[in-house]
């Protein structure tokens, strides 16, 4: 929202913002968990948020799990969550494939089992998962045979991105009405110990750079992502909050959907770039203002515990 | 929109006004893919066209951004075609230019990562310079992967054996700002013969480009230091003397504007004559530098002229 101030929320205003929503949707690196470690406090919130009737869910960018596995993470690492609470890219992805393309037959995918695995799941079948080497000479792989039955080609994150891969899916996008999907465009997969991987924007660079197309992305900050929740939860966007550490998806999808915003500082935005972004002249720039701002979501912890209320 | 100050350029021309060209100019520069061959075939002609412009003591040099190759294996390749005159010197590709970058101007000390195929590796060595070593180790994942240690470059260049462990290994190194970024060339896509393509160097440049943060120095056309390159060694060289014949506009004809050159667009490759019209009617004044000066179908087209110049010389 233009009026986003990135104030800091503490005291009166939790509870005052904490009611006045319904649903709260988080992101996950950087948010709940970093990695493999949980935010401490952040499991507590959850359950906390889900006792005083709140709808919880959490959407994120990665594309490596199924929301099956997502939700044994969630599980395994003390929240309490279930599998269709969680809206991860596979699943999105596929399902915007499947309903907003009415997608029916195969996709050539560059991305993980679990991309594949979410794709079978509404009747699309995936083909290129794994290790794709070269093999023979130029000649031979500017004629690759294509399937005639791919409709589209996806873009996930996927660790054996190969020359092949990316020429494959350059072939098959050369057909005009073959489609173009990608889950991301994040740069990094972080991972624990502020390591990062280069993430799935970098692939899908290399494809769109090749194929001199670019691809229509169903991840944050594409409304996509909060369409998806909105319609199976019935979701009024005014009622809703959307908690991240990235300005540039999760703040930004925030702000295109009508939510209201709240960022952590657990993860990859500081609250010095949501300043510079709230006294900046341009409009895109004002979208990434998140509303509020926390050091961590177990800053939420007093006024859901009823720590703050000076009635009690 | 044309007017009084409609800007000129895309000259098709033949003939005699070719002659007056091939007469006022003494220094060539071709293109190689889509000029004078496709893939293992010369364009008709165009061997005897080079040789003619070589025995009338014109200087010819050939600027190429395919990096796959030394400019030994060019030399093989040239005779093999029919090319008979044609020495190493007379031949700039963006691999060995990219070495000629790391040796002469940056002066690199310490070791460069390289994202490329064997040519590419093989120029560096030849120039003195040291590669971190492309290791089988079976053990490393892109999770967690040894890095060598004093690397002061990244080079990025054609590599069909890419894979997501190089990606991430050269994004490791970039974070060191002091690292150098440099691509070979920024070609989003190479043709091959028949009309097939495939992924180019640009591609894997861009890809990295996000991973890092940062922008490449980009060696090859359309960028000056190739012509550069060519100064260096035909030192007295005049841009005004010069002409640049390609057949794509967004690296040979931008690579000739930018250097001062005078171009010249065949029509055997990459570029159609309506792209470059499009680009001359563009309100945008930057797209102008796409537009060649000359057009000839073929670089064949030259021949007439030589004839004409032998006949005038009887």
New interface residues.
């Given amino acids: 929202m233009s009026g986003s101030q990135c104030a800091r929320l503490g005291g009166p205003l939790v509870r005052q913002l904490l009611d006045s929503v319904d649903s709260v949707l988080f992101d996950c690196d950087g948010v709940i968990w970093r990695g493999d470690q949980a935010i401490p406090g952040a499991a507590r919130v959850i359950s906390l948020l889900k006792q005083r009737g709140k709808k919880v869910f959490f959407v994120t960018n990665n594309s490596t799990k199924t929301r099956k596995m997502y939700a044994d993470k969630l599980s395994s690492l003390g929240f309490d969550a279930a599998e269709d609470e969680v809206f991860g890219t596979a699943f999105c992805c596929a399902a915007y494939l499947r309903s907003e393309c009415g997608l029916r037959g195969k996709v050539y995918l560059v991305g993980s089992d679990a991309m594949r695995q979410e794709l079978e799941a509404v009747g699309i079948q995936a083909v290129g998962v794994g290790p794709d080497?070269?093999s023979g000479k130029?000649?031979d792989?500017?004629?690759v045979p294509l399937d005639p039955e791919v409709q589209a080609v996806v873009v996930g994150f996927?660790?054996?991105?190969?020359?092949?891969k990316?020429?494959r899916a350059?072939q098959y996008l050369?057909q005009k009405d073959c489609l173009f999907v990608g889950t991301n465009r994040d740069?990094?997969l972080p991972?624990e110990g502020g390591?990062a991987?280069?993430?799935t924007?970098?692939?899908l660079?290399?494809?769109?750079?090749?194929a001199?197309r670019q691809a229509q992305t169903v991840g944050k900050p594409s409304r996509f992502m909060f369409e998806c929740v909105a319609q199976r939860f019935g979701l009024r966007p005014e009622r809703c909050l959307m908690v991240g550490d990235r300005l540039d998806t999760d703040i930004l999808l925030g702000s295109a959907c009508g939510l209201k915003t709240l960022l952590t500082l657990t993860g990859v935005s500081t609250a010095a770039e949501a300043a510079a972004h709230r006294d900046s002249s341009s409009a895109e720039r004002r979208a990434m203002v998140p509303d509020y701002y926390v050091e961590s979501i177990a800053d939420l912890l007093p006024a859901l515990q009823g720590e703050d209320d000076p009635s009690l | 929109m044309a007017g009084a100050f409609a800007f000129k350029g895309c000259q098709k021309i033949r003939g005699a006004q070719i002659r007056v060209l091939l007469e006022a100019k003494d220094f060539f520069l071709f293109d190689c893919d889509g000029v004078i061959w496709h893939g293992e075939n010369a364009i008709t002609g165009a061997a005897k066209v080079v040789n003619a412009l070589i025995r009338r003591g014109k200087n010819v040099v050939f600027v190429t951004n395919n990096s796959t190759r030394p400019r030994e294996n060019y030399v093989n390749k040239f005779t093999r075609l029919g090319f008979t005159d044609v020495m190493l010197d007379q031949i700039f590709s963006s691999s060995y230019c990219s070495a000629l970058y790391l040796r002469d101007v940056v002066k690199v000390r310490g070791q460069v990562f390289v994202i490329g195929c064997e040519g590419l590796r093989l120029e560096l060595l030849e120039a003195g310079i040291p590669c971190v070593e492309e290791e089988d180790d079976p053990d490393a994942t892109i999770y967690n992967c040894a890095l060598a240690p004093d690397v002061k470059a990244v080079l990025v260049g054609h590599d069909d054996k890419l894979t997501f462990l190089k990606l991430a290994k050269a994004s490791c190194y970039l974070r060191d700002p002091e690292c150098l970024f440099l691509a070979t060339d920024n070609d989003p896509w190479h043709p091959l013969s028949g009309g097939r393509i495939l992924p180019g160097s640009g591609s894997l440049t861009a890809a990295l480009e996000v991973a890092s943060g940062r922008k490449a120095t980009v060696i090859g056309k359309p960028s000056r230091f190739m012509f550069e390159c060519i100064s260096s060694q035909f030192s007295g060289i005049d841009p005004a003397q010069c002409l640049m014949v390609g057949d794509r506009l967004e690296t040979d004809m931008l690579f000739g504007s930018n250097c001062g050159l005078d171009t010249m667009l065949t029509l055997t490759g990459v570029s159609q004559i309506e792209e470059a019209q499009e680009y001359r009617s563009s309100d945008l004044t930057t797209n102008h530098s796409y537009v060649p000066d000359y057009v000839v179908d073929t670089i064949a087209d030259f021949l007439p002229a030589f004839e004409e110049i032998e006949e005038q010389n009887d």
Wanted: overall charge negative; glycine content about 6%; proline content about 6%.
């Fill in positions: 080497p070269v130029q000649l792989w500017a004629s996927d660790e054996h991105f190969s020359y092949m990316l020429n350059m050369t740069t990094r991972l390591k991987v280069p993430g924007g970098c692939l660079q290399a494809v769109e750079t090749a001199q």
